[in-house]
């Protein structure tokens, strides 16, 4: 009687639960394509778990079923539901012993199977091959009114001389120290302090008063640094302290300063030289010293090709364009959506493959949230740690952030500013050399909403090339016609026909492609 209410009852009511966490399933699975792909990890989780153990025991229930077959022959009557029969006990025979192993084998083989297929099955849109870009060529020299400071190591006639202002002081003078990109830099030591600058000096050359001048270095240091102008006006040398508190840097970091020349007639020409000192105990180098008059313009006009969060037509059909073109880009991701296998994003080896064609990796956040509603510490956990999980899986060091939404306030650049070298937000315009901000790197953002067509993006090239300033374009997704973004007529998604009319129109004229940590590694040599 129990068996029968059993048999009636229980099972129709545990095959209807199955059917219906199948469907729950099936809906949460097309919730999270669509809507919600935070979803997508732990229902691709739950869902390749429960088909592992299906297809175990299905196979399970084959091989028990031929094995029964072949025993009994026709004698064997089969009863629904298939696997609740009252079980009775077998001697322990080597059949029944091969049964049970054979079984298990079945199981654990398509366990073993399943997960080596999800951790090595990728969709590749590329066959694999390395540095599909091309190298920017070299950039036109740069004027500049300091001398190398090389040539104090190389024994040549050198116009670099120590210079201390103030008497007691102890210092020590090399100029055959590393330096940031060449062999050597000038450095001070000052071991007793008393009074003064002390510094490396170089003959005053002609300037304007007046006029708008640049400096910028790449230095180190163990304490707070000053950078000093000397000048002569009237047969008088005076010294004029222009920053007073540059901050210590335990690594090469850039300085930059433009400032107004002093002079009590302008236009005069007065004889200036500016320099990096100390002021106080501790250690300077520096290195790559520019200081020329400044100008709206840099060298030469560049651009540069950027995507945001890392969506999977960036991979599919971004790329190939781009290797098309021998255009490089700087793809900014989020780690989360990487790592976890979020629905619509690359998968982790996409991303090394993007590695291996030579574009650059920079930060997105972790989830992509709004920095500025977010409390101080989980603002670091969203910029610390994704810088961790990107360098770390993907071998690569993270130099260049972008915040979500392209806003972040003073607070969270506080935070920013010690992990990375720039920030892109999305202020509309053109980088000038002028008011160049590396914390602030403008772009003009693909949205068909804000009118962007290709007429629009041909016009901002052609004011880049005109201006000599660094344009800077900010994708989405890269959708084509049947793929999810392209049919929801997403505003952000710009389509593969329309990046290629942009990518060939780049390559057509006169301006430089560049990835952003490119683009700010030549900058950095003009502000």
Known sequence: MIRKFVSRYFFRVYYGLIIIFCVLFLVGKLISLYYIPEWSPAISLLSAGLAIVATGKILLKGFNLKVAERRYSRKLIVLPPLHFEIRRRHPLTFQRIFVNAASFALVMTSLIGGVWYVGSHVLSAMAAQQYCIAQPSPMPLVSNDIPDPGLEAQNSPTPWQQMDTGKGNTAQFSSTV????SKHALEITVSKYTSGFIGWAYPPKPGVAGETYQYADWYQATVPTRLLLE???NG???YKTLDGDISPSAGWRHYSLSFDLPGSVVADSIPISIMHVLAQEGQLSTDDMIFHLQT???VRPLISITFDDGFRGQYENALPLLCKYHIPATFYIVSDYILKGYADYMLPNMVSGLVQHGMEIGDHTVDHRDLNSLFPS???REIEQSKTDIEHHFGVHVLDF??????????VMQQVRPLYQSSRSTDVGLNTAS?????NI?????????GTSLGNIENWIDQAISAKAWLVLAFHQVDGPGQKFYDNSDPYNASPDFLEKILSYVATQRIQPVTINQGLSEVYQQI
């Open 178 to 181: 590393q330096g940031f990109q």
């Open 231 to 233: 000048y002569t006006e």
């Open 236 to 238: 008088i040398t005076s």
């Open 296 to 298: 709206d313009a840099f």
């Open 378 to 380: 989980q603002v670091s």
């Open 402 to 411: 972008a915040p979500p939404y392209g806003d972040a306030n003073d607070r």
């Open 435 to 439: 008011s160049f901000d590396t914390y």
């Open 442 to 450: 403008m772009c003009v953002t693909i949205d068909t909403q804000e």
